[in-house]
């Protein structure tokens, strides 16, 4: 069961909303008007959903493996460029030391390849580092103890 | 130097907590030894041939004497008794127990040091000019913004998993000390009326397939360094190659895409990004300034030039080594000097607990408290009084480190290479070994002149093979250790990478062939011509001839 970040933890996120996730391709020819999810690969460029940003409420990226790093980009891409406000959940090869680092990103939603993972995140102290120095000069990273409190993206 | 706050302090700390966390976690079998890997190597740990190694960060080449002292105790408590400075100007300790590496990062933190980004594919320690606010053909002092680019880039969220390693290298100087035209991203302080810039070098660098960096922007307003570097690194991420480890650094995105397409995807990325990312402030970069003052006036009555001159009249063994190990300093009360780290005693760059406490208590008595490491794996201290010179001088020589050896022949970079290091084919300390027996006439090497060797192990290039006058690579043919030679590498303002002088060489016959080719040169120089120059006048083709005609006869 996928987690999801609310009001400063992770929380389990019942799948009430049964998206039918698109991949960009079909985006991209099918068009629909009322797309609501869709997911990202480490290839797919992240501004070509531009077009659908708007009524987008979810979009999944994706880690092949948790040393690949593109979707680190693909999620700022996405808060950054194109002020993307709902929910990107990572999927794949997610692993509980990452999940800070995701979550300064702009990752706010989970989905591990097995429960096990995500039972470890859930109960996971989020936040490990009491201070940080890139945000110093880039308060665009924001802290994830800065995100837990502000709730920046619920 | 940077001064640290209470909030670095804390940050520190809770990295060192982090990591015990991790490992502790691994050894209780909760994450699995490839994970594990990548997390210590974030935290400097490797695992080598015989045992671990920890490369501990000296941001900048830059360490205080209280600093040095806890380098050598580290050495002394968790290691066989020594340090090794690297070609990164880090250190590494080769004996480590990795149960043992959370205690030494604690040890270490409480003197504002760490390990934190020396390995895995992320952004390492950022290099510089050894002589950093001492030299005279400075601009401006680039440890300011080193220190800014070292915080901005230090657990950078976006950029932690990239395709592979990426260097960053700083100069401020006419004379380019830190090779930045070899690194990932290369940075040449420049300065237009009042404002700081650069010029923005990108996919330079050295192993398999070495590369010369290429100007992606010709002035850079400094303001906008942050914004910009992180515009790189974003294309970086996003499309360095991720299937190939020997194709995943940014020089071979560079190559395929080619400089002007990769510029524009890099400008258009930052323009983008313009009105979302932060510039940096003038206040911030002001206030890194004020932790790098000049050095103050020298104390007491000035020296007599006189004096010195006549010393160095009378003395001809000081005067040799005032030649060679020191340089001008930018205020004409002081000099710089260099403690060059090889000669017939240690591995090249090889330092032990004794030498470390020493060298910190001389850098307090004659260097202000601080030094310096250099990618020669040397040391520097930077701000040493001329009336003092005598006096250091005399006390470096019963130390063994004042040969007056430095930019000679005997001055190499080696690589740890098969006796250490699991990656190499091929061992380079005995060549090393062999090297400083044969040529220990000093008189020899100073008619030789100013000449690089440097030796790598192998094809991953760590002792910088392709910018020595001379190189030297090792390589296995069917299981033996082979040595290809190369001539007329660079690394200074001009760099350029060695060509291949023939064969691969076995071991025996390495010594040989480089007195054949100093030999050659010797006779064919024109009068006060550089290894360099001559290679650069006649080409390979004479060197071959007689080191390749020995063997057929």
Redesign the interface.
């Known amino acids: 069961m996928p987690l999801k970040l609310r009001d400063g933890k992770l929380v389990s996120h019942e799948c009430t909303d049964q998206d039918d996730v698109l991949c960009l391709l079909q985006l991209q020819e099918q068009h629909p008007h009322s797309a609501q999810a869709v997911r990202l690969n480490p290839e797919d460029n992240a501004l070509a959903l531009q077009p659908w940003i708007r009524t987008l409420s979810r979009i999944d990226v994706t880690y092949p493996a948790y040393t690949d790093g593109r979707a680190h980009s693909q999620a700022r891409l996405l808060r950054q460029r194109l002020g993307f406000a709902g929910e990107i959940r990572a999927v794949g090869d997610v692993r509980i030391d990452q999940i800070s680092m995701m979550i300064r990103c702009g990752i706010n939603a989970f989905e591990c390849f097995d429960a096990d993972t995500e039972t470890g995140i859930a109960s996971a102290q989020l936040c490990h580092l009491s201070a940080l120095y890139n945000n110093r000069y880039q308060p665009e990273y924001p802290s994830v103890s800065t995100l837990l409190t502000d709730t920046v993206f619920q | 130097m940077y001064r640290y706050t209470e ?2 302090r ?2 520190l ?3 060192v ?2 990591f015990r ?2 490992t502790e976690r691994w050894q209780a079998g909760e ?1 699995d030894e490839d ?1 594990y890997k ?2 210590r190597l974030r935290n400097g740990l490797y695992v080598q041939r015989h045992a671990p190694m920890l490369r501990v960060a000296i941001p900048y080449g830059q360490l205080s004497s209280d600093q040095m002292r806890a380098l050598a105790h580290v050495a002394r408590t968790w290691d066989k008794g020594y340090g090794h400075i690297t070609t990164r100007q880090n250190i590494q300790y080769n004996w480590p127990e990795i149960p043992d590496v959370p205690d030494i990062l604690d040890y270490l933190a409480d003197v504002d040091m760490h390990a934190i980004q020396t390995s895995g ?1 992320c952004i390492r320690n950022t290099t510089s000019d050894p002589l950093a606010g001492a030299a005279e053909d400075e601009v401006e002092d680039p440890r300011p913004w080193c220190e ?1 680019i ?13 395709p592979r390693k990426f260097k960053i290298a700083v100069t401020g100087a006419e004379s380019d000390r830190a090779a930045v035209q070899i690194h990932d991203i290369g940075l040449r302080l420049i300065k237009r009326g009042s404002e700081s810039g650069f010029e923005v070098l990108v996919g330079g660098g050295l192993g398999r397939t070495p590369h010369i960096g290429s100007v992606i922007r010709d002035y850079l307003p400094g303001k906008h360094l ?1 914004s910009y570097l ?1 515009a790189i690194l ?1 294309v970086y ?2 499309e360095g190659r ?1 299937d190939n480890l020997y194709k995943a650094r940014i020089k071979i995105l560079v190559a395929t895409m080619g400089i002007d397409q990769f510029r524009e995807k890099v400008e258009a990325e930052w323009q ?2 313009s009105d ?3 510039e ?1 402030q003038a206040s ?1 970069i002001d206030a890194l300034r004020a932790m790098f003052p000049p050095p103050p006036p020298v104390p007491g009555p000035a020296l007599d030039a006189s004096d010195l001159d006549a010393r160095l009249e009378s003395d001809p063994i000081f005067g040799q080594w005032y030649r060679v190990n020191t340089r001008g300093h930018r205020d004409t009360g002081r000099r710089i000097v260099y403690l060059p780290l090889k000669n017939d005693e240690r591995p090249a760059g090889d330092l032990t607990d004794t030498m470390m406490d020493v060298i910190a208590d001389l850098a307090d008595r004659y260097a202000l408290g601080e030094l310096r490491t250099t990618h020669d794996q040397n040391l520097v201290f930077a701000h040493v009084a001329r009336a003092d010179l005598v006096a250091l001088w005399r006390e470096l020589r019963t130390l063994g480190l004042a040969t007056p050896n430095l930019g000679h022949l005997t001055d190499m970079i080696v690589c740890p290479g098969l006796d250490f290091c699991s990656l190499a084919n091929a061992g380079t300390l005995t060549l090393y070994d062999q090297v400083q027996a044969r040529f220990d006439d000093i008189d020899y090497l100073h008619d030789i002149g100013e000449i690089s060797v440097k030796v790598s192990g192998c094809m991953n290039a760590c002792g910088h093979h392709h910018i020595g006058d001379i190189g030297i690579l090792g390589v296995e043919k069917h299981g033996k250790e082979w040595y290809q030679l190369t001539l007329g590498g660079h690394a200074g303002n001009a760099a350029s990478l060695g060509k291949r002088l023939g064969k691969a060489l076995p071991q025996h016959e390495v010594i040989p062939a480089i007195d054949t080719v100093l030999n050659v040169y010797l006779s064919t120089r024109l009068h006060g011509e550089s290894f360099a120059q001559t290679v650069r006048r006649v080409g390979v083709t004479p060197f071959q001839e007689v080191v390749y005609a020995v063997k057929v006869a």
């Open positions: 909030h670095d804390g940050f700390k809770s990295r907590a982090e966390d991790q994450i994970e990548q997390l594919n800014l070292r915080q901005w880039s230090t657990l950078h969220p976006e950029f932690n998993w990239l942050l992180s974003r991420n996003l991720r983008a990004s979302t990312v932060s940096v911030t």
